[in-house]
């Protein structure tokens, strides 16, 4: 006798990447900010821990709300607050998605979207990507059926961008709301936000888990027109941002000199890393994000994962079926890179 609905017996749980609990790596595979975050955050939280923690948080995380509509331009009604960029996703598809109904979002891309999907018991509709990692019209085709559409922008595993003009045209085309999906947007040239206004189904997820170097805080938000906030904070656990988080996210985005400094140092390694990566005979895709996309013509992708595992270097290998496998590889140090480079170049 199963206790389980049909649904959740069926699918394949979402698989994070690995965290290594014992010993000393050098962790490439997650996506992770290699620098710590602003050192106004350890002081914001160590006050919030002062005050006490014998209340409950604040549910709609007022103070962060505030500072964040004053840095992108918008009243703090039009952001709503989770427990990571996840527990937005999380939120947006469980408004909007029910059985049966269906989910649009490109191939190759952030695997979460199935889960979620999945979950909902809902029909997944994967849109392969152009040579050029462009988006084709199929991808702003509206149907009866479909309820939302997931736009990793700039997209995981590649770190491609689709320009703010091209989301524009897709929103207006399509008849359900569109997320956009910015966890990497702060390392690259263009971003989704200023849209919002513009269009009522576009919805811009945000995250500061990777720009601000708090993935282990867990603090992400969504900037939504205020009528598409309103009902999603009806699905919000009422809770879902703690005391915590919520000081140490406010501080971090205080702290916009210790921001950019750091983001100029992933940007600079970035480059450097996929020069030496060609060097070496990898092809690599131009990224706009903390991660590049590598393959080797005469190297088979687990095979090198594997090995640097063994020399306890940790990329994320990944195999998209029907499209190809390849390593995503973080944006380390200058010498987490050297460290890696050593390895690779007798590897290849």
Not at 65 to 83: F, M, Q, S, T, Y
Not at 90 to 97: E, G, Y
Not at 138 to 152: E, K
Not at 202 to 221: H, P, Q
């Amino acid at each position: 006798m199963s206790y389980f609905r049909p649904e959740i017996e069926r699918m394949e749980g979402y698989t994070p990447g690995e965290q290594p609990l014992g010993g000393k790596f050098i962790k490439l595979n997650t996506n992770e900010n290699p620098y710590p975050p602003s050192p106004s955050v350890a002081a914001a939280i160590r006050s919030a821990i002062e005050s006490g923690l014998a209340r409950y948080p604040d549910p709609l995380a007022r103070a962060f709300r505030e500072r964040a509509a004053a840095l992108l331009g918008v009243e703090p009604d039009w952001i709503v607050c989770g427990n990571g960029s996840d527990d937005i996703l999380t939120i947006v598809t469980r408004a909007l998605v029910g059985a049966g109904e269906r989910v649009r979002y490109p191939y190759p891309s952030y695997l979460l979207y199935g889960t979620l999907a999945a979950i909902q018991g809902a029909r997944c509709e994967e849109t392969p990507f152009q040579a050029d990692w462009t988006l084709d019209d199929a991808f702003a085709a509206p149907r009866p059926d479909l309820r939302c559409a997931f736009l990793a922008n700039p997209n995981s595993p590649t770190g491609t961008v689709i320009p703010p003009e091209r989301v524009l045209e897709i929103a207006e085309r399509l008849e359900c709301p569109l997320l956009v999906d910015e966890a990497y947007a702060d390392f690259a040239p263009s971003h989704c936000v200023d849209l919002v206004r513009r269009n009522e189904r576009i919805l811009v997820a945000r995250t500061l888990s990777k720009s601000y170097a708090l993935a282990g805080l867990r603090f992400g938000y969504l900037v939504a027109q205020p009528p598409m906030i309103e009902q999603f904070r009806k699905v919000k656990d009422s809770y879902n941002c703690d005391t915590l988080s919520i000081a140490g996210a406010t501080a971090a985005i205080d702290d916009q000199d210790w921001f950019r400094h750091n983001r100029n140092r992933i940007l600079s390694t970035r480059g450097r890393m996929t020069d030496r990566l060609r060097r070496l005979g990898f092809s690599v895709i131009d990224s706009n994000a903390n991660f590049v996309w590598a393959e080797h013509a005469d190297r088979p992708a687990r095979g090198l994962y594997e090995q640097l595992k063994g020399e306890r270097i940790l990329v994320r290998y990944m195999d998209y079926p029907g499209w190809r496998d390849g390593l995503r590889i973080s944006v380390g140090t200058d010498e987490q890179m050297d460290a890696f480079f050593s390895l690779v170049k007798a590897m290849v």
